[in-house]
């Protein structure tokens, strides 16, 4: 199964910038689509971006045209650039790979979670 190592998260000011990374390893046969939550204290989940194996991207609206995805296949690392934070984007970011594994079955690994504080 898949196992995600995150790094990249800390305090930053408003306005500041932040890259996260999330590196899968182990036994799959394919990544499918990765993707980034976040949790905030006292709020639910919040998908933040997601993108598929050839590149395709989503963005939750309270992010758009701050944050980047992105990912390089190659070293099976995925990215989340996120500029001109702001305090509401802190949280708890967590990333997650869905992945093929044998027998024609389906698994999802998820990422320890890396804090993110902006201060204002």
């Known amino acids: 199964q898949v196992t995600l190592v995150v790094s990249g998260g800390g305090l930053v000011h408003a306005g500041g910038s932040l890259r996260l990374s999330c590196a899968a390893s182990?036994?799959?046969?394919?990544?499918?689509?990765m993707g980034w939550y976040r949790r905030a204290p006292e709020k639910q989940r919040e998908l933040v971006a997601t993108?598929?194996?050839?590149?395709?991207?989503t963005y939750a609206d309270a992010v758009k045209g701050r944050f980047t995805i992105s990912r390089d296949n190659a070293k099976n690392t995925m990215y989340l650039q996120m500029n001109s934070l702001r305090p509401e984007d802190t949280a708890v970011y967590y990333c997650?790979?869905?992945?093929?594994?044998?027998?024609?079955?389906?698994?999802?690994?998820w990422g320890k979670g890396t804090q993110v504080t902006v201060s204002s």
């Open positions: 182990g036994t799959y046969l394919s990544i499918n689509s």
């Open positions: 997650y790979a869905a992945t093929s594994i044998s027998g024609g079955c389906h698994y999802t690994g």
């Open positions: 993108i598929t194996s050839e590149g395709h991207t």
